[in-house]
């Protein structure tokens, strides 16, 4: 699985708003079939690093290419890339007056040009795979969080995409409704989708993931194929320093 | 439960555009039974109060139209797109509505011959103009309610800009307008009294003139007022409905 060909080129990227700078020249390449779990402070950078992949924030400078289609100027590349990328966020975001179904089949029917019943009938499959069949013709508002986030996971992947980018997909979540939806995205890991993870779940971090990048002041500091390794001894002071404090925490 | 309350507002929904519908055609049958000086002249209440009503459904169609572009106007990312919505709004909502009216029906066609109409539309022109203008700030504000991470997230599925506004914000930014929309909407029926100034025979100007007829003030203008409040009361139950109809979903 870590030796898939590299499906995501991050190069010298900048962004920066006034005074603060989230992302400070960061490098990086993502390879098909890998799961990344990205940590770190908040403020550092990882989530401005998921939303510049699918363009929520526009780079101010470098180079960030996806399945061979450059990020830049042209919006026909933007949303080239957005059809093969599904984010899930820490909010959910659900389309508040659609069903879990319309929620789920809006974008197939819209972008894919699907027909109703195709589209239907992938969004029952995903949401059998989410364990949510019961729950297709209801509203967002009727759902409990953990319900909620794993309906927005089943949306980004009917359109069926080659990446998943989660930006801190529990941190939202009651903690008894955390498990449900690492229990999904697990599920998901091992079915080889590419995953890039912002998360402060640190056991499934270490689980799950291929490789783990620590991020601190919009800088990359540690990266680290060897999660059990990483987890019990990181090299870099302030990821030791993080780690430490997340487990006075736990 | 929610079913039977669902049912009784599509009930509701049907039975106030059938009310409204009756209360203009037979009109005239109850009024005609009362004594002078309300009998005889019940065919012109009915006529005037038919008249108030296309006005207010012309006006307000426009002025939802216009409503909806001059709040995207004013959202627009290009700078003359938002002056020429700040100015329309500044100037109709600084100026008396009985002002525009005697614009559009006296100044324009001083300057522009050609721009000469009826004097019913010249009034539809002129009102809905006004009505666009205050429903161009509950829209925008309707607009602006809609939560930012829902329109991100349709961005991130690969939705244009036109389908996330189509689905995504305009449906949700309606809902959030109803109310204040159907109270512009009850405003501009009450509104359009000031036709009468231009020579539109609606239902404030009949009224006058039964009044000058009969010299008597009382019952005429009781029987107005009993006339509007049936129609501005169609209305309001008419939006109350659909707005709980429409708030399927509503956090």
Not at chain 1, 194 to 218: K, N, P, Q, Y
């Amino acid at each position: 699985m870590r030796d898939g060909k590299p499906i995501i080129h991050v190069e010298h990227v900048r962004k920066s708003w006034g005074a603060f700078t989230a992302l400070n020249g960061v490098s990086v390449t993502f390879k098909e079939g890998e799961v990344v779990c990205i940590i770190g402070p908040s403020g550092s950078g990882k989530s401005t690093l998921l939303r510049t992949i699918n363009q929520l924030e526009k780079h101010d400078s470098g180079r960030i290419m996806v399945d061979g289609i450059e990020l830049d100027n042209d919006l026909k590349h933007i949303d080239a890339v957005r059809t093969e990328v599904g984010m899930v966020f820490q909010s959910f975001n659900l389309f508040s007056h659609m069903t879990v179904l319309d929620n789920i089949t809006l974008a197939p029917r819209r972008v894919r040009k699907w027909s109703d019943e195709k589209a239907t009938q992938v969004a029952l499959e995903l949401l059998e795979r989410v364990g949510l069949s019961a729950h297709a013709h209801k509203y967002p508002s009727q759902l409990s969080g953990g319900q909620q986030q794993r309906v927005a996971i089943a949306r980004a992947l009917a359109m069926q995409p080659k990446i998943m980018l989660f930006d801190e997909p529990t941190s939202a979540l009651d903690p008894e409704m955390v498990n449900e939806v690492l229990l999904v995205m697990r599920d998901l890991a091992r079915s080889g989708m590419t995953m890039l993870i912002v998360t402060h779940e640190m056991g499934f971090a270490r689980e799950v993931a291929d490789r783990v990048i620590f991020f601190d002041h919009g800088c990359i500091v540690e990266e680290s194929t060897d999660p059990q390794q990483f987890f019990s001894n990181p090299n870099h002071p302030r990821a030791q320093a993080f780690l430490k404090q997340i487990k006075h925490a736990a | 439960m929610i079913h039977k309350l669902k049912d009784r507002d599509a009930l509701i929904l049907v039975g106030s555009v059938l009310g409204l519908g009756l209360i203009l055609w037979l009109m005239a049958l109850p009024l005609a039974a009362l004594p002078a000086p309300i009998g005889p002249a019940a065919q012109q209440f009915s006529d005037g109060a038919l008249t108030t009503i296309e006005l207010t459904l012309w006006a307000s169609v426009f002025g939802l139209i216009l409503g909806v572009l001059a709040a995207l106007g004013k959202r627009s990312h290009l700078p003359p797109m938002r002056w020429l919505a700040d100015l329309y709004v500044w100037v109709v909502r600084g100026t008396p509505l009985l002002l525009q009216i005697l614009f559009f029906f006296l100044a324009l066609p001083a300057m522009v011959p050609q721009l000469r109409l009826s004097e019913f539309w010249t009034a539809v022109i002129a009102l809905s103009l006004n009505v666009g203008a205050y429903n161009a700030e509950v829209i925008r504000a309707g607009i602006n309610a809609v939560p930012l991470g829902q329109v991100e997230a349709a961005r991130s599925l690969g939705l244009s800009s036109l389908y996330t506004f189509w689905d995504i914000v305009l449906p949700q930014a309606v809902r959030i307008s109803l109310p204040p929309l159907a109270n512009n909407m009850v405003a501009l029926l009450k509104d359009s009294s000031l036709a009468y100034a231009i020579g539109v025979v609606e239902l404030s100007m009949a009224s006058s003139r039964v009044q000058a007829e009969s010299f008597q003030p009382v019952p005429v203008f009781i029987t107005v007022a009993v006339i509007y409040l049936l129609l501005t009361t169609t209305f309001t139950q008419f939006a109350a409905a659909l707005e709980r109809k429409l708030a399927v979903g509503k956090r």
